[in-house]
């Protein structure tokens, strides 16, 4: 007798095909759920695996255009970053593998949901949030949370034991001293060795872009179409043009790898509360986001970017972190990206070289901002400068009493 | 009869040489200032030169070290930058420099204090509003807002010719199609043949640091240890140690302008409201503040950096732009940076390579806030896991809700 | 020969009668502009004096709809509210009147806008600013900011000298002793013996509401029924009911007026940086606020609270203010009103008595994020009081940590 | 044998005269410990409850001064308010309270501390998290999250039962149909009856304040002194002054409490994202607060009153709801409040009337922010009017591209 269906998140490792077989031991039903998002995955080996194992049915389901058109695009309109440096290519990831999940869960009669994630991390917090958020009544199990569970699996070695105990084929490739999340818009590298933040990376951890010092002494030069802050052109140097957003995407990532470009090491600070070490590598991303920032420069309204750059972009880089997609205040941030992109049209030029982006130039037809005689310092036209001295003096007047009440209080002010 | 004494900040160049003289024809007597704020400039030649056209005095005062100790590391600790991309090294040293040029006024009996600077930048803002603060009662003198003044002199000629008529020497060099400003923290170039957005700045404008596919094709390593967010040591690969700040910032430029790291170009938003293309270099500023955004993620909790990065870091930045160093609320923020860097103390070990700057590493050994065990997701020790299933459960009710009333009202949560 | 059409905001008084002989004297022909934006007021009288002083043409617009539900229900909406206390009610005016204006000038064919605001107040600036992004070639003619008219008419007998020989007739009435601004929203008080901020302002000063001391002993009960956010239905104690938006905010405004609600006295930090002295009797807004905010709490989640709270409130109140309505960075602003009030659906009953607003309870049909048997502390369905737990011991890993420090470098954490 | 001493914070009540009982039944050694904060309490009976039911120890501190000083005084230099409405009441109460209990479970060498709050509500967080910060090492004993305690004691008549089976005196007064927190500032009612959102609280649940229809017919006007924002002197219709911190806070609780000053009716979300409906009494906080923020508007520089009112204000009352007083975030934010009020000196005198607070007047002999003559709209001293030409002309540039932007998109600008 079945105690029920269960949805499993599972990827073909050790620890979910442990997972996997631990759950049909308890009495469950499992259907083993797997998202293709862009990673680099052998799906029918996972499959042949999973049913191996004793999953009832295994189901891969391809959400890369939707990782790329509804969150990793929004994710550039917002200049979205965590703590200065990372760039969320996994959060970015976890509302649309959750989508996924609880969508088989539902089609396939499970009432409950599974997944391999440590007591720890983030990750545990951004799948569940969301299961709850999409299906409120799902039941979740997370092994690693259950002390019957990590109690018994207290190292690799017990691990190790119980899959041969179940004859479930363990990779000879002996374990790397680190673990790794990939996706389409990155590939992550923690824990292991890279715990000790002072730890330099060994060269061989990065995978997906060439070593800075290794890239071509030749720099490669392309330039980026924006409509409301969307890429939706993509021009290389040979003139090869890219419009389907994934393709776009996915070429974008190859010009990156190819020069070195998107590398992050940072500690950064969990939802949980505590800090952490990650590697990361978002190629495709980095030079989206770095063009779509200075195309913001010529187009966007300076208030317009002041407002969006200090309420939307930290509060909905915050949310996407902890795992907060589905809520009503990512909602609500969200609702306030496009209203910020209406004039941010217009094309980035730029350049690539190991490790390096850099901007050649930039152009709007239809955004009128930038003036060029205007803001020209030798010109007068359309502007005068008296104007400028009333300006100064209107600011000063708050100014000057604040000087003057320094010198009666004889507090003069000073640096 | 003098109509009163003038402190004239006076470069040396053919502007405030023109001024100079027109300052002396309309019957003040002129101070001529200069701020020596780490440019490369001939200082004694524009001393010559401004006596030689009839200045009563002139004064040179070294504001570098006030400069580096009371506004660069300052804005070090406080992540300072403009609209994402601006180091802000031009609005650093006005405040500096205002402050020096108030004081000769007021030693020498000066009534009004005057400049060079056009009817359309920041500068002009930046210095008055600074005037204003230190000395209420100060007359400005600003002749490109003059009437009199900008329509004698509408174009170069005209400064060429009132400056032959006056014996001023003009330097035979053909003057550069941009204009810079330099000081020890950064060089700026604008206006000219960058005033197209579109143009990509030539390869020989760049002065500071090398162009990075001409930079070594060695790597170099080095670290920097902070306290209290400042910078306090610099250590070079060869074990070259350097503390004193000034010499610290000397050598952080050394090392970064050798590597061609700290080049920026983009369009930004002056304070006056227009649009403005931008390129500066600022070397070690650039690798100084990387590296202290580092040690930051190992050293400085979570929700104080959030605070800090949302509501001081921008706000400090914009007051540094607009001029409004010498204001109330400028020295309202300024009072909240040294309480947000209490625990950034340690060392980066970092990398410059062909104008990148990497992180090879960080610690800390007063700081503690990094646990390298509880970080860990093989070690359940200090940390219960079945703790995070609450943590989750409490999280979640408020968005079960919001998915409930989602289904209620058929209103299907989607990406 | 006419040097061209201008339309004059006039109000009938004093001075922009003056104002329109003087425009007539210098060439220009006059179009007078009267808005009725629901102040007392004798348009008739107006239209005569008018014309009888030489204006073309005299057109008054009704702008109160829009008045209230583009501007004053939106306000609602945001809890709009200036430095903690003043309601905007001038403010809130300003672009309705502005755009009226502009409107009336292009269909007469009037190349220029004239209006009465003196050179020190918000008025001038909030009108000016809707008139360029109305119409960006509009010449703005401020008459009190021209030292030709300014120093003509010093002072108000010059005023009275000028009209007595331009045969405009003048009210017999003595002036007050203050100015006021009147609209369905609101009345302001400022100038003259409420320049000094300790004057206490005389009791008959006040016109639309009773002294709290004389308003009636007995309470008067009222519901407000509000979708997303917006009053949809006013219904009294004896069951009168209001739905028509303009009707509506007139009975609030009755019933605040009969029992003293909304007087406030404020010294408020104007646009141009002087301070300034305001009372301001704002009778129906103050009582839909209050209710709105009270909804909110039982209908609103709490992050989409604080975020719409301490983002868009102040942000929309000071573009409010500062007379930035026709902006970018308001358009944006006022975007981001809606999506927080989605669930905003609900009643509020309450009751005025002397002045005060008093909350007798609230209810919604159909939001559901309040939860009777959850939020009870007797209960413990759907919740396990050990996910608290939990949840208290993520939160302290953090906390802990912050003690600790505190312990080792002997720094006890005290209040 | 003793399983150790365990510091409960100990009322009298029923609730924690049981879990005193049940402590001791567990084999641990109570000390009971009582704060005194202002509440109306018979400390000796409970004492003497205490130590028959077998409390080792009774210790009664009294945490008033701290309590008025340290806590109650700066909330109304920050204008603490959380959800527009609430005046966090027992919030502020809670670190006192916690730090005084550490500090007792340190002296007697207990290694736990114990509490009788509910799961559910904030109280438990509030605690728990400073007594974490405080002592880390401590446990806490939260009998209420408890299965066993909870589980045995489902209502009401089992706490009875078990106190009667263990000889504990139980008061004859009938429970009223709510639950109450009371320190020196504050009561709050909340749960039983109340906790339907829409049920009108009952006349005489109200305690510390006379209902506004039963209070004085006749006003009672009272001055406030403030120095850096604190309010130092209290002076009444009489004459009389209070000087001394506790008295003064005392003095304007009485003068609040007889005119019907200071009641709050919400719907608030707690920290665990519940929604809750809580009344409360806050008297005198509510008229030094008003007349704190009055002053401002007088003495605050506009730009600082901003910054303040966006991000620290909003920042410490959510860390005061939330129970963060001792976290870094919260150390931070305190240290951000006097760097606010420097310039906040001088008088605002008042009236309490019928539940209403009213401003009569404001002023400071020694802040000159205020200028009587340059607010003026009657002078034009120091002041020129045309700059405010300049200052609109600038302020419009970005403007009028804007509109031109809406002409020729054919999208004109709309209300």
Redesign the interface.
């Known amino acids: 007798m079945s105690k029920g269906k269960v949805c499993l998140a599972y990827s073909g490792g050790l620890d979910t095909s442990v997972i996997l077989a631990w759950l049909l031991e308890q009495g469950y039903e499992v259907i083993a759920f797997l998202a293709n998002i862009g990673q680099e995955e052998d799906f029918e080996a996972a499959e042949k695996k999973a049913l191996a194992i004793g999953a009832t049915k295994f189901v891969v389901v391809d959400v890369r255009k939707?990782f790329v058109e509804?969150?990793c695009f929004p994710a550039i309109q917002a200049?979205a970053v965590y703590?200065?440096?990372y760039l969320l290519g996994t959060s970015l990831a976890r509302?649309?593998i959750a989508?996924a999940q609880i969508k088989v869960a539902e089609e396939n009669g499970c009432f409950a949901v599974s997944h391999g994630c440590?007591?720890?991390?983030n990750d545990?917090?951004r799948f569940?949030?969301s299961f709850?958020?999409?299906?409120?009544d799902v039941v979740v199990i997370?092994p690693?949370?259950d002390?019957e569970f990590?109690n018994r699996f207290a190292g690799r070695n017990d691990l190790l034991e119980y899959a041969s105990s179940k004859d479930i084929p363990v990779a000879q490739t002996k374990a790397k001293p680190w673990?790794t999340d990939e996706n389409l818009a990155h590939i992550s590298f923690?824990?292991g060795i890279l715990?000790?933040?002072?730890?330099?990376p060994p060269k061989d951890m990065w995978k997906l872009t060439v070593d800075?010092?290794d890239a071509p002494?030749t720099?490669e030069d392309f330039s980026v179409v924006f409509e409301q802050g969307l890429p939706v052109k993509l021009v290389l140097a040979g003139g090869k043009t890219i419009t389907d957003p994934v393709d776009l995407f996915l070429e974008a990532n190859a010009l990156a790898r190819r020069h070195g470009v998107g590398?992050i090491?940072?500690?950064?600070?969990r939802f949980?509360?505590?800090?952490?070490?990650g590697c990361y590598e978002t190629p495709g991303l980095t030079i989206l986001r770095y063009a779509h920032?200075?195309l913001e420069?010529?187009t966007l309204?300076?208030?317009?970017?002041?407002?969006?750059?200090?309420?939307v972009t930290?509060?909905y880089a915050?949310q996407l972190y902890n795992g907060?997609?589905?809520?009503?205040?990512c909602?609500?941030?969200r609702?306030?990206i496009p209203?910020?992109q209406k004039?941010v049209n217009g094309v980035v030029?730029a350049r690539v070289?190991?490790?390096?982006f850099?901007?050649?130039?930039?152009?709007s037809d239809t955004?009128?901002?930038?003036?060029?005689t205007?803001?020209?310092?030798?010109e007068?036209t359309g502007?005068?400068?008296?104007?400028?001295?009333?300006?100064?003096?209107?600011?000063?007047?708050?100014?000057?009493?604040?000087?003057?009440?320094a010198?009666?209080k004889n507090q003069p002010?000073?640096?």
Not at 132 to 136: F, G, W
């Open positions: 939707e509804k969150v200049n703590e200065n440096v509302p649309v989508q440590t007591g720890k991390g545990q917090v569940e949030l709850y958020a999409l299906k409120p997370a690693w949370r002390p990590f673990s923690e824990a715990e000790n933040p002072d730890t330099t800075p010092t002494n720099p590398r090491d940072i500690v950064e600070n949980i509360g505590i800090k952490s070490r920032i200075d420069g010529l309204d300076r208030e317009v970017r002041a407002i969006r750059d200090q309420f930290p509060s915050k907060m997609y589905f809520t009503p205040e909602e609500y941030v609702a306030m209203p910020s004039t030029r070289y190991k490790g390096n850099i901007v050649l130039g930039r152009s955004e009128k901002l930038y003036d060029e205007e803001s020209s310092m030798d007068l502007f005068s400068p008296e104007d400028t001295s009333g300006f100064i003096a209107v600011q000063s007047i708050r100014i000057k009493k604040y000087g003057e009440a010198r009666e002010l000073d640096l």
